[in-house]
């Protein structure tokens, strides 16, 4: 052989090195033909050097590519030709790129980089293997962009023309196949890759060894002895591989080597492998990767090598977007997308299945679903062949419901079956036949738009569908073939570091954080201790986002063993807090969604105080709210969770278990924390004990909250069957239903008891979530359809046999009505209520309200047969659960349909003396049996009958139907009147006789109620209500009963039907009618026994009555009220459920909000009684924010409302005072009502007080503004949002007399006395009364700095809270539109041209000791004086209007004697002189008093903002009637007179001595 050809068979015989590089004694290096050097024409930026073997790019830091380079000679087949990896930069993204061309580098010109080669190039780039530029393989070997400095990367041409891959000695397996036989290596020093050696060559793949293997028999020559030692060290690595990484390798190296690249289905007779060695089956064709064939639909762009298909026009468009793959689907083979983006315009979303049609030879239709043959599509969650629906109920996740990032997969196996999988969860057979060749196809319908291919043929994603498969056989199966069988100590929890992209792991995997205290501010963790780079934790902080913060355990659970984490910061910024739950899904192959309750498989979350499952809450309102947590001054608030051996989830707040959450949790879950929002940082607790399982409730105790339904300890085992509604959704181990697109889907969500009801069986459910957006509710009933064979319509109302429903107040059998106004309403039930189902022995079917029978529905099931409990969750109502009270009911019912007195505590007849019947009657009608009996001689009409007496509160008058006259039509008709029996009557003083019927009595005021209709005085007031009067029998009873709340209620056979009227009189008799079918009626009922006095309870009066009685007992009434008031207001409270930033003291009576500016909502405990007035008083007030404090009520109830961030987002019976305003549900309905809540200060009282008609009226400071909302439906609430400014409020309690909402201080009639010359006097009532503290008002501010300026001594001023008022138009409409005492006048209130009024603190007495005595008098008049401020100290000093004052407003000089009370004169006083003092000049009109050119201006500068304004003095002054003299105005006036006054009278003239009185100093300040 000549020197240098080398040898094929290595051996190295000549003076030239052979192949191997160690063969002769020509020294080591590879020679010319060893394909150990590099070809020396490369890409222009290369150079060479090292005899050719060693590579450089130059310009790295400004060139990125032209750096190919080849090899010098062809490759040798079993031979790798391997580089060394020298040099990277990191100024680049991508690496290396590697592989083989056919292409001659003699002739070659040069492109910039490999993946411009053609004509016979394969490329490996990153992980995906390119021909000719084109991209044949993803997701192959190890991605190569992120092999380092000293890696070593090779490629390998096998003798059968594979392509193979080498990194760092380990193969990666076939790249492609089918090579040419002369190809050259190729390298390109891409990216970050600048420099590269050649190695010498190594042997390659060995074809009988396909997996680690003992050690071959050496067949080759001695020289290939590295084969045998990597056999060798192949035996070491397996015995420390884990079972699941062998299996992986196993699989990995069998497909690699082609052994899956078969047809599982026996081939054809005579056919077999061809010479290559590849299946010759038609239906394998190529080794392609499945990619979407270039043929689509209409609006389809396909891009990244057909990988991905986006829909054109997404906002404009919904169809026209199928997709196709390339080619046929192999057996097994799976075919997966990613959704990458959905809009959220459209209904329905993408479609996916298999197809026979050939994409060449197919016109796409607009939608998949309308191709009539070869098609199998999954839609929604129903399957759908050729067009039509063949399973409806495929699987519990709807293709509708997924979301960004969510995957989809579909697969035929080799038996012919055809598999969907959503996120990699098998759903089960689709289909058992499909044809054996099919097409993948995806239509990007309604909201999707885009979706990519994903391959699943990588090493790490078989190794993790293993791992999944070993943890589902047996949670320790890997660990135990990993480990030693005596490893004592269970690993730590630690969080595990592949975490959200916001999120970081510190303190050895103890503690996860978003980071929040920007660059290295705050706690700089400690070197080594942070999970990635710094420059990540630099760049994110907790304020800049609210998500991306999951972390998740770094090892699976074990049964029984806690996960707690403490929260250690929080910020401010955000709404929600900290999440915590399970989840399947391991941490280290999970793509972590940027929250976790957007996963939709295998997932298990706290959030808040509900827990929702694959992102659909299962439970409303479970434990404590997670959104409430802090952290301490010690340490922050703890959440756990933990899975039990029996398969329940529960979670944990501050070590308190919160009760079972989920049930049929699989093991091995891992646990998962969310940083959400608030939650900034959080750190594991070691040593957490779980608490022992709580033990059964008693069977009397059995009650639970409704939003908590047990896990069995009633005992029952009555679930929700699996078969339901396409729309439903069954969780909690079949004790919850829920509707699925509650805001886009309103029915199609009928769910069925898993087997029948027993006699006197109750199943009972509880409302748990509603929504807004529809008309009616949930129904609930019966039927004798088993659910194997009931075809679920879209409501249960539309089945025509067999089945009982109650669909609001009716009564529906076989979609018919039978009867309305059955005694309850299922629309009006809310969130919380219990709504149960139970059939009688007798065959009555009975439903509970809230655990309250609302007696016979319907009569006549069949007693033999079985019945099944089926609710529709329709319309509004979304969400129920089965409860603890379902089972079987200990009561008579079982047997009988008799009311219970524990299902009717309505003691009738009462002990006592019977009622009877007054004598006065009608005129058909005869009396019997002592008055206790009436009967309808002839006739249907003139059957009135009454009560003896008045009824008194709650006492019930009912009678009992003895005989019924068919051939009538009608309704007995029975209510209340406040006409005396007497008054009307024959003979009684000639009156005109009682009317022929009830509803023509309206001499007085009569309330009844006519079958189902409630009139007043005839009028008609409300519709459906009760229970038809029409359908009494003989034997029922009928009563009617006074409310302590003035309402009117009717009793149907012991039941309450509920208030019938509102605003019922005090003085009134029960009245009946017999008319129509009801003949006659007998007492059953009796009046209570006088109680001793002082015994009967206090009842709220009504203000509606006899005037007379009013006048008698109104001292009596007032004691009793206030008696009532007091009693009442000692027991208001806040209630504990409260918004989350609130923070309760004084025994509940005080609220703060201690952090922020919303989330301050407080609720009164006790619902408002009529005539009773709630106050709170405003303590704190914060300036740094805007808005303040909202006022209103709420008819929901209270205690379990989850309370939104600030009120007016409550939506739901919801009435609210802000600012000036009137809302409803969070809409405006009023504008500009009563003052302006916004500008209340601190020390305001407001109040809210209901009418006895339902009235909601507003109180400020005492002061009626009036109704603010009409006919407020009761039981109501009181509710107080501490917004913005408003800090803290306090309960106070109402002052006497509060509660008759009249005002404490009335007036007293004038006389015809205080007449003074035609003019009616504006009377001086005295001293005004007690103001609040006026600290939020800025112009009473600035004028009382204008009177400091003034220097005047203080002691001739009241103390500041008794006498500082201002008259600017905010301060003067909180108190109520007018000014204070009797200053009743309208002229007071317009002098605000240019300003507002402001009245400094009221005088001393000292100023003028005769000011009190004055008072008393409560006859003279006031007045108005305009002064200038050089006089006003004179003024005081003398402590009356008189010499010296130099008023402009005085006639002349003034002369007269020092004031009164002072026996020397003032210093400032001009001296005494014995003339008469002169005439002083007053008005009546502040306006014309305070005229520029009868008040002067002064300026001055204000010492806070250094502003200039200018202001004006004028005294109030009261004036002695008859002392003075009305006449014109004298002054010269720059504006029209006060119109308000006659100008005949505008100015009084005094000249008598002591007549006026100084009352204030009034400042004006423009």
């Known amino acids: ?104 580098p003699s002739v070659l010109d040069f492109p910039s980089s490999a993946t411009g080669l053609k004509g016979g190039s394969w490329v490996v780039s990153g992980c995906s293997v390119l021909r000719d530029g084109r991209s044949v393989l993803e997701e192959y070997g190890q991605d190569l962009d992120q092999l380092g400095e000293g890696d070593r990367v090779g490629v390998e041409r096998t003798v059968a023309g594979e392509l193979r891959l080498w990194v760092n000695g380990r193969d990666c397996g076939v790249a492609a196949t089918g090579l040419p036989a002369r190809v050259w290596a190729v390298v390109d020093l891409y990216g970050k890759c600048t420099q590269i050696t050649v190695l010498p060559p190594e042997p390659g793949f060995s074809p009988p060894a396909p997996i680690p293997t003992p050690p071959l028999e050496p067949s080759a020559p001695p020289e290939d002895s590295t084969l045998t030692e990597q056999a060798t060290s192949g035996d070491e690595d397996f015995a420390s591989m884990e ?85 046929p689907l192999r057996d097994n083979e799976m075919f997966e997308i990613r959704i990458d983006k959905l809009v959220d315009k459209w209904s329905g979303s993408i479609e996916i299945g298999v197809t026979t049609h050939n994409p060449n030879n197919l016109e796409y239709p607009a939608t998949m679903t309308n191709l009539q043959s070869g098609t199998i599509m999954m839609s929604g969650c129903g399957i759908l062949t050729n067009g039509k629906g063949t399973r409806r109920e495929y699987c519990e996740f709807s293709l509708d419901e997924l979301q960004e990032g969510d995957h989809i997969g579909l697969t035929r196996k080799s038996n012919s079956a055809l598999h969907f999988f959503i996120n990699g969860i098998d759903q089960g057979v689709a289909t058992p036949l499909t044809p054996p060749v099919v097409y993948g196809v995806v239509d990007l319908y309604g909201m999707a738009v885009k979706v990519t291919i994903v391959h699943n043929n990588n090493h790490s994603d078989r190794l993790r569908r293993n791992n999944a498969i070993l943890r589902a056989l047996s949670p320790e199966g890997a660990l135990r073939r990993a480990t030693p069988a005596t490893q004592a100590e269970p690993e730590r929890l630690l969080f595990h570091p592949n975490c959200g992209q916001k999120a970081a792991i510190t303190h050895e995997g103890r503690t996860a954080l978003r980071p929040q205290y920007g660059p290295w501010c705050g706690e700089k963790p400690a070197a080594g201790t942070l999970t990635g780079s710094e420059e990540g934790w630099r760049s994110r902080s907790a304020t800049d986002d609210f998500n991306h913060g999951v972390v998740l355990s770094s090892r699976a659970l074990r049964d029984g063993e806690v996960f707690q984490v403490r929260i250690d910061k929080m910020v401010d910024k955000w709404a929600g807090s900290i999440e915590i739950g399970v989840t399947t899904h391991n941490p280290a192959y999970l793509q972590l969604p940027s929250t976790m309750t957007n996963l939709r498989s295998g997932t298990w979350m706290m959030t808040g105080n509900g827990v929702m499952h694959n992102g659909t809450t299962i439970l409303d309102e479970y434990g404590h709210n997670l959104d409430r947590l802090k952290v301490g001054e010690q340490a922050g608030d703890t959440v756990g969770v933990v899975r039990r051996e029996d398969g329940t989830l529960h979670f944990f707040v501050n070590g308190m278990t919160q009760g079972p959450a989920a049930w049929n949790v699989p093991p091995g879950v891992y646990a998962v924390v969310d940083l959400y929002g608030q939650a900034a940082q959080a750190t594991i607790v070691d040593d957490v004990e779980v608490p022992p399982a709580p033990e059964p409730l008693s069977e009397g105790n059995n009650q639970v909250s409704p939003s908590s339904p047990s896990s069995g300890a009633g005992g029952s085992d009555l679930r929700f069957h ?129 655990g309250q029978d609302q007696g016979a529905a319907c009569s006549g099931l069949p007693p033999g047969k079985e019945v099944y409990a089926v609710v529709d969750l329709y319309g509004q109502c979304v969400q129920v659960s089965i409860t603890n009270a379902t089972g079987p009911m200990d009561n008579s019912l079982a047997t009988s349909n008799t009311a219970t007195e524990k299902s009717f505590p309505l003691h009738s007849p009462a002990a006592g ?202 001292e009596e009434h007032s004691l009793r009220g206030q008696s009532q008031v007091a009693m009442m207001s000692t027991s208001l409270e806040f209630l504990e459920n409260h918004g989350k930033n609130i923070l309760l003291s004084n025994g509940n009576r005080t609220a703060t909000r201690v952090a922020s500016y919303n989330q301050g909502i407080v609720v009164i405990n006790q619902p408002l009684v009529p005539q009773l007035l709630v106050q709170v008083r405003i303590d704190f007030l914060n300036r740094q924010w805007t808005s303040s404090l909202v006022l209103g009520v709420i008819t929901c109830p209270p205690e379990r ?80 949002d501490l917004y913005g400014q408003c800090e803290q409020v306090t309960i106070v309690s109402p002052e006497p007399g509060a509660a008759s909402g009249k005002s404490a201080g009335t007036q007293g009639d004038m006389e015809k006395a205080d007449m003074v010359d035609g003019i009616k006097e504006s009377v001086c009532w005295g001293p005004l009364p007690a103001a609040s503290p006026l600290k939020s008002c800025e112009y009473h501010a600035l004028c009382s700095r204008f009177q400091e300026l003034l220097l005047l001594p203080e002691d001739y001023f009241m103390p500041p809270p008794k006498r500082s008022l201002c008259y600017c138009e905010s301060c003067r409409k909180l108190r109520g539109g007018s000014q204070e005492g009797a200053w009743k006048k309208p002229q007071n209130l317009y002098w605000s041209r240019g300003g507002s009024l402001s009245s400094l603190p009221g005088l001393h007495p000292r100023v003028n000791p005769r000011l009190e005595a004055g008072t008393m008098t409560k006859k003279w008049h006031m007045a108005y004086h305009g002064s200038n401020v050089a006089a006003i100290r004179r003024v005081l000093d003398r402590g009356e209007l008189g010499a010296g004052t130099a008023s402009i407003l005085s006639c002349r000089p003034l002369k007269g004697k020092p004031g009164v009370g002072f026996e020397e004169p003032g210093e400032n006083c001009a001296p005494p002189r014995e003339e008469q003092p002169p005439s002083v000049l007053l008005s009546p009109s502040l306006q014309y008093a305070g005229a520029e050119t009868l008040a002067s201006k002064v300026q001055f500068r204000d010492p806070k903002s250094q502003r200039t304004h200018q202001a004006q003095v004028a005294f109030q002054v009261c004036v002695r009637p008859g002392s003075y003299t009305p006449g014109p105005p004298s002054a010269t006036l720059r504006e029209p007179p006060d119109p308000h006054f006659s100008p005949a009278e505008l100015e009084w003239i005094t000249k008598e001595k002591g007549a006026t009185l100084l009352y204030a100093l009034l400042v004006r300040v423009e």
């Not at 015989?13 to 192949?19: A, E, K, R, V």
């Not at 319509?793 to 009982?804: A, C, F, G, Q, S």
């Not at 009436?934 to 009678?959: I, P, Q, W």
């Not at 809210?1248 to 009761?1274: C, E, F, I, K, Y």
Request: hydrophobic share 35%; with cysteine; proline share 5%.
């Open 1 to 104: 052989m000549a020197a240098g050809s080398g040898g094929s068979g290595g051996s190295g015989g000549g003076p030239g090195p052979g192949p191997g590089g160690g063969g002769g004694p020509g020294g080591s290096g590879a020679g010319p033909g060893s394909g150990g050097e590099l070809h020396p024409r490369t890409g222009r930026l290369v150079s060479l050097s090292a005899c050719g073997r060693t590579a450089r790019r130059q310009q790295p830091g400004q060139e990125f590519n032209h750096g190919l380079v080849l090899s010098r000679e062809p490759l040798r087949d079993g031979r790798v030709f391997t580089v060394r990896i020298d040099r990277k930069v990191n100024s680049w993204s991508g690496s290396i790129e590697i592989g083989v061309t056919a292409l001659d």
């Open 243 to 327: 079972l699941s990484e062998v299996v992986g390798n196993a699989i990995l190296s069998a497909y690699n080597g082609g052994l899956l690249n078969v047809n599982l289905s026996s081939p054809p007779a005579g056919e077999g492998l061809g010479s290559g060695g590849a299946a010759t089956s038609p239906i394998l064709t190529s080794n392609d990767a499945l990619l979407f064939h270039e043929k689509c639909g209409t609006l389809i762009k396909l891009s990244n090598n057909n990988k991905t298909a986006e829909r054109r026009r997404p906002l404009d468009e919904f169809n026209n977007g199928v997709v196709m793959t390339n080619r």
């Open 722 to 850: 699996q078969l339901h509604g396409s729309n439903a959704v069954i969780t909690n181990g079949g004790r919850t239903a829920l509707r699925h697109n509650c805001r886009s889907e309103f029915n199609d969500a009928i769910v069925i008891s898993n087997r029948a009801l027993r006699d006197g069986e109750l199943f009972e459910i509880v409302i748990q979530k509603m929504v807004d957006r529809w008309s009616g509710s949930i129904e609930a009933g019966v039927t004798a359809i088993r659910p194997e064979d009931l075809e679920f319509p879209n409501t249960m109302t539309d089945i025509d046999y067999d089945t009982w429903m109650l669909s609001g107040t009716a009564i529906m059998q076989d979609g018919n009505t039978m009867r309305n106004n059955y005694g309850c309403d299922l629309d009006a039930l809310g969130t919380g209520a219990r709504i149960g189902m139970m059939r009688t022995a007798k065959g009555d079917l009975h439903y509970f309200i809230n």
């Open 913 to 1114: 003396v019977a009622h009877r019947f007054h004598s006065t009657c009608g005129k058909n009608v005869a009396l019997e049996e002592d008055g206790t009996r009436a009967v309808r001689a002839v006739g249907y009409a003139h059957g009135l009958v009454f009560s003896t007496k008045e009824l008194k509160t709650e006492e019930v008058f009912e009678v009992k139907v003895e005989e019924l006259d068919e051939k009538w039509a009608g309704s007995l008709r029975l209510g209340l009147t406040t006409l005396a029996p007497g008054e009307m009557g024959p003979g009684a003083g000639g009156g005109p006789g009682l009317p022929p019927s009830l509803p023509e009595l309206r001499t007085k005021t009569t309330w009844m109620v006519s079958s189902c209709e409630v009139r007043r005085d005839g009028q008609l007031q409300r519709m459906n209500y009760g229970r038809s009067l029409e359908r009494l029998g003989v034997g029922s009873r009928v009563g009617i009963r006074r409310g302590a709340d003035d309402t009117m209620h009717i009793l149907v056979d012991g039941e309450d039907m509920g208030p019938a009227a509102t605003g019922i009189a005090k003085n009134v008799w029960a009245v009946l009618d017999l008319y129509g079918p009801v003949r006659s009626v007998s007492v059953v009922s009796s009046t209570r026994l006088e109680e001793p006095e002082g015994t009967q309870p206090p009842s709220p009066s009504s203000d509606t009555g006899s005037e007379a009685e009013e006048d008698d007992d109104g």
């Open 1201 to 1280: 409302l989850n309370f939104p961030a600030s009120a007016c987002a409550l939506k739901r019976a919801a009435w609210l005072l802000r600012g000036r305003g009137i809302f409803h549900n969070g809409l405006k309905i009023c504008e500009k009502f009563g003052p302006n809540l916004d500008t209340c200060p601190e020390g305001t009282i407001l109040g809210l007080r209901l009418d006895s008609s339902g009235g909601l009226h507003l109180h400020v400071n005492g002061m009626d503004q009036g109704v603010a909302v009409s006919d407020v439906p009761q039981p109501c609430h009181a509710l107080v």
